[in-house]
């Protein structure tokens, strides 16, 4: 009855010390990120709903990460509170032991790496194709943006562009000069009167073309040159359908998406262990919440209770620090394919874990 008593006490005071983690390395997280999308939203536009949306999508991809890193947060401050106030010694005298005292931390990293292996295999990459989508749809939502008159511009979906006048409201160049060498084996050089810009919006993006009227294009290819008047002619801007599939980045790949890749016998060696490096570091992730569950009490409740009094924070940052240091180096050793993935990312948890016995040990 004590230690349950004494599980429920100490669970209760990690808990708002999990969510004050949460929020604090969320914001900081999105403090990183700040820079790169106020210049990208002034540039291509978006009202508070879309920046909402962007922030969301943000927070959520950073989930797999956040949440060992509040759970280090929330144990070793609070162990550390305990051991300050000499309530360690209190429960010793009612019978209890370390591994009672470690108990709430144990169950509440078993419950953090249950969410963390659900974000990471797939609430993270469904984050952050969508967060993929938002951005194309603001840089398609306003593609004449980065067009200039009288400017040659070569940012535009991959083409040299050159309007005499440009109005960017209603999608609208005139006396149009267009570079496209998207194919370069047949590149084209474009002439027209005018262009328009229309844009069709869908669930999964904003399909786009560049319709063109009173024109020629010019081909050389081959030794041969071509040229072909046109009343009307469009270009094909932007599909959705290839944002979401062929040109997914990996943190939009589920767990099922990365074992469907590794099936196959195909890939070249850097692109093999670049999948094999981001399917173990899923796994190795839920393993760290356990890991730091443990570290912080063991780290809190062996500490030299003087020196422990809010130092817990400043603690935690440090190993925060180390860890992520340690793992940063352990993905470029896999990497170069000097280990295998799960041996390198591993090995990670197996040091930091085997620090949180010893202290756990000495409590």
Request: aromatic fraction near 12%.
């Amino acid at each position: 009855m004590r230690g349950y008593r004494a599980t429920k006490y100490i669970l209760m005071e990690i808990f708002p010390g999990f969510i004050l983690g949460l929020m604090i390395f969320t914001f900081i997280l999105l403090m990183f990120q700040l820079l790169r999308l106020t210049e990208f939203i002034l540039l291509h536009g978006g009202g508070l709903g879309s920046v909402g949306e962007i922030l969301l999508y943000l927070s959520l991809s950073f989930l797999p990460i956040l949440l060992p890193m509040s759970l280090l947060f929330a144990t070793l401050l609070t162990y550390s509170r305990l051991n300050a106030d000499s309530e360690v010694i209190a429960f010793k005298s009612l019978g209890l032991n370390r591994w009672h005292l470690a108990l709430p931390a144990f169950f509440l990293g078993l419950l953090t790496a249950a969410g963390s292996a659900h974000t990471s295999f797939y609430l993270a990459p469904w984050a952050n194709q969508r967060f993929e989508v938002i951005i194309a749809q603001m840089g398609s939502r306003q593609a004449t943006a980065t067009l200039r008159e009288g400017v040659f511009s070569e940012g535009f979906f991959n083409m040299v562009v050159y309007a005499h006048e440009v109005d960017s409201k209603q999608g609208i160049l005139k006396k149009v000069f267009i570079y496209d060498e998207r194919d370069p084996d047949s590149p084209l050089t474009i002439i027209a009167q005018k262009g328009q810009i229309l844009q069709e919006t869908d669930d999964h993006g904003v399909r786009a073309m560049l319709r063109l009227s009173k024109g020629n294009i010019h081909r050389s290819a081959n030794e041969t040159y071509t040229k072909i008047d046109f009343g009307t002619y469009d270009i094909q801007l932007y599909r959705p359908f290839a944002l979401r599939q062929s040109a997914r980045p990996l943190p939009a790949y589920t767990i099922d998406d990365l074992r469907k890749e590794l099936a196959k016998p195909d890939h070249p060696p850097d692109f093999r262990r670049r999948l094999e490096v981001d399917y173990h570091r899923r796994w190795a992730l839920i393993g760290t919440c356990m890991v730091f569950a443990l570290l912080g009490a063991g780290l809190g409740a062996s500490g030299h209770r003087r020196s422990n009094k809010g130092g817990g924070a400043a603690l935690s940052v440090l190993v925060i620090i180390s860890f992520w240091l340690s793992y940063l180096m352990a993905e470029t050793v896999a990497f170069k394919g000097l280990l295998p993935a799960w041996v390198a990312l591993w090995l990670i948890n197996l040091a930091f874990g085997t620090v949180a016995f010893f202290k756990l040990r000495q409590v």
